[in-house]
């Protein structure tokens, strides 16, 4: 039987769907989510997924900027922007686009996020958070991972989970997502012994390498779920995921596509820690407007299929 495909794109949506409605309830609040992208040169990739992130926010009706710095900016004018972005009361997020051209000194840019606005998660304080289970912001991309797991009813707890890639966008924090959900996390890399064997044993497997098509059918454990968080372009310009993936759904309880799985979370939970830092900034408690924004979703997209309007 083949595996359930995990619509990642159509998960994105509902979980933008109720960002937009917490964001209407912080407006008025008084505290409009304020998102501002720092883009650094002209590598086209992050062009196409910063023009995304755009559109989402807005259509979310955050307030979204992008900033443009040229590839040959100098280390101190960077910071000097995130100073002033650091300042700026109507800025909730900053998410400044990695990698950052040669010359420039990625990890002094990001420790210098207050770390209340870094709603990608990498600033020491929050990687520190994450791994003592205290609160902060969470990398967007393992959370949305986590987020499709919970959203398609499969458990976590107790279950082996192998992580493939070990970076700090990724590998890690969802490693430390999993683990403070109690699955039995493992972290395999370039360097592991009998790769194939290791994910024959996960429950639930995850792919984030960067190398297409790495993960084979005969890797999977029967009834595994899989996330795939490669996004690998092919030579005829067509994504390709880190796993085989006709292969692996013949094996597979449940798989991301690529594109479509995992990518499209990613931006849904870079709103909603935007939206989640507008709420602590109003005094809210971020989670209960959540919670209360899901049940509004829900009841506005039940009454849109009831009027037809869904269809
Ligand atoms: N500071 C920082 N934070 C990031 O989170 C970050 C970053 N830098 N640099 C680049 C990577 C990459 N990334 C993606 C997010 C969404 C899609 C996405 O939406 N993908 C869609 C469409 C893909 C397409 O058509 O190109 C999909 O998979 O279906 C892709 C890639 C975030 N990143």
Known sequence: MAAETIDGKGIAALVRAEVG?????????????????????????????????????????????????????????LLAL????????????????????????????????????????????NVAALWMGTPGHRPCTPSGCVELLDRTGIDIAGRNAVVIGRSLLVGKPLAALLLARNATVTIAHSRTADLAGLARGADILVAAVGRAELVRGNWIK????????????????????????????????????????VGPMTIAMLLRNTAAAAARRAGLDAEQVFAEARLIAAERSASAAGSGLAR
């Open 21 to 77: 409605v917490a964001a209407q309830r912080l407006t008025a609040a008084g505290q409009r989510p304020g998102l501002t992208v720092v883009l650094v040169g002209e590598d086209p990739a992050s062009q196409v997924y910063v023009r995304n992130k755009d559109r989402a926010a807005d259509r979310a009706g955050f307030r979204v900027e992008t900033r443009k710095l040229p590839a040959q900016t100098p280390q101190a004018e």
């Open 82 to 125: 995130v100073a002033e972005l650091n300042a700026d009361e109507a800025v909730h997020g900053i998410l400044v686009q990695l990698p950052l051209p040669g010359g420039l000194d990625a990890d002094a840019v990001v420790r210098a996020i207050d770390p209340a606005k870094d709603v990608d998660g990498l600033h020491p304080d």
């Open 222 to 261: 029967p009834g595994a779920a899989v996330l795939d968080v490669g996004i690998n372009r092919g030579a005829d310009g067509s994504l390709v995921g880190d796993v085989a993936f006709d292969e692996a759904r013949e094996r597979a309880a449940a798989i991301t596509p690529v594109p479509g799985g």
